[in-house]
């Protein structure tokens, strides 16, 4: 199965960006559509982005489309999450996925998850 870890989480102030980093360890890489979540400390893990494996196609939460985008160098095996105008509430811990098959949005869509890294936003 295919193994992620997540990077570049940390503490930025409100206003500020930050670009997390997902690498993948799975030598077909480009066959997989990823996927951003986050989980808010005392609160249910939500949808973040998508991405479809030929890169062409992403959808967003209402919450972040605008300030977040989300992309992929299949060269790298690597995703990434650019964020920017970060808010408070955006403090979180940041998770990356991967599917098989379309484009999901669920958790349920998604078999494959890394460890997580903490996003922080100072207010």
């Known amino acids: 199965q295919v193994q992620l870890i997540e990077s570049g989480g940390g503490l930025v102030q409100a206003g500020g960006s930050l670009t997390l980093s997902c690498a993948a360890s799975?030598?077909?890489?480009?066959?997989?559509?990823m996927a951003w979540f986050r989980q808010p400390p005392g609160k249910e893990r939500e949808f973040v982005a998508a991405?479809?494996?030929?890169?062409?196609?992403?959808y967003y939460a209402d919450s972040v489309k605008g300030r977040f985008t989300i992309s992929r160098d299949n060269a790298k095996n690597t995703v990434y999450l650019q964020m920017n105008t970060l808010r408070p509430e955006d403090t979180a811990v940041y998770y990356c996925?991967?599917?098989?098959?379309?484009?999901?949005?669920?958790?349920?869509?998604?078999?494959?998850w890394g460890q997580g890294t903490q996003v922080t936003v100072a207010s």
């Open positions: 996925a991967a599917a098989r098959l379309g484009l999901p949005t669920t958790q349920s869509g998604y078999p494959y």
């Open positions: 799975e030598r077909t890489f480009n066959i997989y559509s």
């Open positions: 991405l479809y494996r030929s890169g062409s196609s992403t």
